[in-house]
């Protein structure tokens, strides 16, 4: 983030009738949340964070590096729901000319799961801070509040811009492409990583790499490493770790991998990370 870089507050709009925050603005971009409150199978209700950016503007990542701002949402401030996930589709690699790292160059919707807490009517109260950049990085905070009045039904076009967020998400790890193996050299601060690719891909097009760890954790753009054939592997720095960790404890990490239009996201765990 730029030193330069001034805060904007993006105060949260008047809640509109719909499951719909309404907009928050800034310079490069508004934000907003919808819900579709209608339980799924397991009892959760889906939304999305809805970021719209202007061309040009990028936003980061679950985890875009060491100089990024993380997208954060606190909802702790809620009546009779509880966030359970904030969901990420597949990132793409930036390069700003001053940093490389993992984020959004278009408009993007991140899934958001919830689950309620009680029965009868339920408020969702949002604090949500996230950083968009151009030529500099601008942090963006908004505060939004939904009310989900029990029984209440979204929309036809909530229902469908929620349904389609959760579809641009990364798929499971599938027999023909998926993490083959993940070591930690714990002496050199490194993960190996190496991964079966599809044996149908796109031509010209070079599988992406991205890895996020638990709070506090932080990792180097991956480098390319020898790999066979049908694979591919990566060599990753691990630039941060929390003080508290033990190398007896393992530590899962998120890791996505992205070829063309297809993505697959596996969570490794890993042990034998400590501070040194």
Known sequence: MSAGAALVLGLGLTPAPALDSGWAETEGGRMRMVVDPTPREDGTIAGILD???????????RDPGGSGIPPTLDVSGSDGIALEEMAYPPPVRIDDGYAVWAGYSAPVQLPLIFRRTGSGDARIHAL???GICEKICVPFQAEFTINLPEGTEAADDAKVIVAQAFGKLPQPAAADFKVETAVLDAEESRIEISAVLPQFR???VEPQLFVAGPPGFAFSQPKPAPAA??????TVGVEAIPAATS??????LEIVITLGQRAI???V??????RK
């Open 269 to 274: 765990e890993i042990k034998g990370f400590s």
């Open 247 to 252: 190398a007896d404890t393992r530590q899962t």
């Open 128 to 130: 949500v801070f996230i």
């Open 265 to 267: 996201v596996q969570n």
């Open 51 to 61: 970021i719209d950016l202007d061309p040009g503007w990028k936003t980061y990542w």
């Open 202 to 204: 796109p031509s010209g």
């Open 229 to 234: 054939g049908g694979s591919a592997g990566w």
